[in-house]
């Protein structure tokens, strides 16, 4: 009952979206289960039961999985104690584990202008197409993922040249379209229309068959379309949304704008990018300065 109301408290008040929802919601039933293998409930763990439990995930789970785990709780018991369910807040004494800094991946823009800019990596078709243009809204733009697959054709202007995103916790914001991507989309639209497919999605990225595209098949376009410029293990959307933020920051833009198309709510959230900057600059500074 206590995991129901709280499912209902972070969708319909704290709007989450539905992946963190999911994502929390498996913590809790994970912990649940732990609770209930040592005969306690919810209004009964003390900061030892907890203190136990994160001993039993770090066997099987990394810092920063442990960590997510822990702030799913933490929501979880600050809702009980605002409701008056419970009395207790084991988590009081807990603190997160350390986990080593890891800064974001991001690609060269030269090598993303040369993937985009050569015919030769994307077919004719209107698969190849929509692969191309999955790619250039994702480095033109540094949208997420979820926020890519929510974008419908009537949030893109494309007399404005914008694109309306509905990010985290449905938080919606206007991002700009450079003129590659405004044509790119118009010849998209034209040739989705050729396709005549027999379904009323009007979802934007369509999957051959005029179906919603999902994350599954994003994964493979970026993955396939990467391994032909890098060679770095990781090749994930969410490398493009990097390389968007440091290319702008590389190139002067200021951090509060890229905050903003970002849609961070919190200025830390973008200022990480700004240590791949600076370790630009000192690479520039050692090959340029007579005394370095």
């Not at 584990?97 to 015919?119: E, F, G, I, M, S």
């Not at 051959?208 to 396939?224: D, M, N, S």
Request: with cysteine; proline share 3%; aromatic share 8%.
């Amino acid at each position: 009952m206590f995991i129901t109301r709280f499912s209902h408290h972070i969708e319909y008040e704290k709007r989450f979206s539905k992946h963190t929802i999911s994502a929390y919601l498996q913590d809790l039933a994970q912990f649940e289960s732990f609770l209930s293998s040592r005969d306690l409930d919810f209004g009964s763990v003390g900061h030892h039961d907890i203190r136990a439990w994160l001993v039993d995930l770090m066997a099987s789970s990394g810092p920063r999985t442990v960590n997510r785990k822990l702030s799913s709780l933490r929501a979880f018991y600050k809702f009980l104690n605002r409701e008056g369910l419970s009395s207790v807040n084991p988590l009081i004494q807990i603190k997160a584990l350390k986990t080593p800094k890891r800064l974001p991946v991001a690609l060269h823009q030269n090598d993303l202008n040369k993937l985009l800019d050569q015919c030769d990596y994307f077919s004719s078709d209107f698969g190849g197409l929509r692969d191309k243009l999955v790619i250039e809204l994702l480095f033109g733009t540094g949208i997420r993922l979820s926020e890519l697959l929510g974008i419908r054709e009537k949030d893109i202007n494309l007399y404005e040249e914008t694109i309306l995103v509905c990010g985290k916790r449905n938080k919606q914001r206007l991002i700009p379209l450079n003129k590659i991507l405004v044509e790119l989309i118009k010849r998209y639209q034209k040739e989705k229309q050729n396709q005549d497919f027999n379904c009323s999605s009007d979802m934007l990225i369509l999957t051959e068959k005029g179906k919603q595209a999902y994350p599954g098949l994003i994964y493979r376009i970026v993955t396939k379309h990467l391994s032909y410029i890098t060679s770095r293990e990781k090749k994930s959307p969410h490398i493009l949304r990097h390389s968007f933020a440091t290319n702008l920051l590389d190139n002067g833009a200021d951090l509060n704008a890229v905050k903003e198309l970002l849609g961070h709510s919190s200025l830390a959230s973008t200022q990480v990018y700004t240590h791949n900057s600076v370790e630009k600059l000192k690479t520039i500074y050692k090959q340029a300065h007579p005394k370095a």
